[in-house]
């Protein structure tokens, strides 16, 4: 994904205010699914109050994540604390899967193999409407913000969603469609089981509402994982980054590039650069000094650069120069 050159990397407030949107609703939604479910004794019912909880935990653990990677660069952590926020988002996915997915599945097996008699669904279905308005509106948030980060990458949102540092916005957008898509199947299970009068139905939805929630986690913790291990700069952007190094007129070539996301606008670039044997000490300096200032006026998700001047192959190292450090 490559960024503007004219645009300066937003504060996290926007995904806050996504995720404070998610765990209002998702608080709500829970309560009333919980009542609703104990009321019509609907397992699908109690399975998506379990998914809703899981949700709101979930959203806890990203405001703490944005909270914590927010933090500037010290001593102790030079490279700041970009990694933190994964941290707790790893543990949200966790979250999701064991408070949502396997208390549905459980859930699901449970009443399927012992059955139990639908109650009156009513409440329920005024439970799931409401529900339904309300996470809209959450997707709706989650969605506004991801449509705009894609535009301003220039990628379509598909794309800018499966790569994006930027987990907890992922995660906001996949859970509400998830929960939107539970819903559904808890409305399915409510009505196959008032058609037929039996709870198969119910045990069925519930099952189902599981291995979403399942699919959910695995794909949020897969994500996190990923970005914990160290994750590159999209290729264009690490061809892009390199044509910006190789247009220096003191360049040669770029023997080595090395990109590394910390943070959804915390990126480091590290590379090994093999000058003209022709430059002084003082124009290798003032290149690499020239070099980074470009980089990060290009892509201002650059936070650092480190340049190595390097021999080229087949030539003598002599002595081996600093690393140029900005």
């Known amino acids: 994904m490559n960024e503007h050159p004219s645009e300066k990397p937003e504060g996290g407030g926007e995904s806050t205010f996504t995720v404070i949107v998610a765990a209002v609703a998702n608080l709500g939604i829970a309560l009333a699914k919980a009542v609703a479910g104990v009321i019509s004794g609907s397992s699908a019912m109690l399975s998506e109050a379990a998914h809703s909880v899981a949700d709101t935990v979930t959203e806890l653990m990203l405001l703490v ?14 490279l700041g604390y970009g990694g933190a926020r994964y941290i707790w988002a790893l543990l949200a996915s966790v979250a999701t899967f064991v408070g949502g997915g396997v208390f549905a599945v459980y859930d699901g097996i449970h009443t399927l193999t012992h059955g139990h008699e639908p109650g009156d669904p009513l409440i329920s279905y005024i439970v799931l409407a409401v529900a339904f308005l309300l996470e809209s509106y959450s997707l709706r948030t989650g969605l506004k913000q991801a449509r705009g980060e894609a535009d301003r990458y220039g990628v379509r949102l598909k794309r800018y969603l499966r790569h994006t540092p930027d987990t907890a916005v992922k995660a906001v957008v996949m859970e509400d469609s998830a929960a939107l898509a539970g819903l559904v199947l808890a409305a399915a299970g409510l009505l196959g089981g008032q058609l037929t009068g039996s709870g ?33 700069l999209p290729v264009e952007m690490r061809d892009a980054v390199r044509a910006e190094l190789l247009a220096d007129p003191h360049v040669v070539d770029v023997l080595e590039l090395t990109t590394l996301l910390q943070g959804p606008k915390e990126a480091l670039v590290a590379a090994k650069v093999d000058f003209r044997d022709v430059s002084t000490a003082g124009e290798v300096e003032r290149a690499c000094d020239r070099m980074t200032r470009r980089l990060q006026e290009r892509f201002p998700s650059i936070r650092r650069v480190y340049l190595d001047p390097t021999p080229g192959p087949g030539q003598e190292p002599g002595v081996s120069p600093a690393a140029f450090n900005r």
């Not at 660069?73 to 030079?78: L, N, R």
């Not at 599981?210 to 914990?228: M, P, R």
């Open 65 to 78: 994540s944005l909270k914590a990677g927010e933090r500037p660069a010290d001593e102790e952590h030079p």
């Open 200 to 232: 198969v139905w119910d045990g069925v939805a519930s099952l189902c509402i599981g291995v979403l929630l399942v699919y959910v986690a695995w794909v949020l913790g897969h994500a996190n994982s990923e970005l914990l291990i160290g994750r590159p």
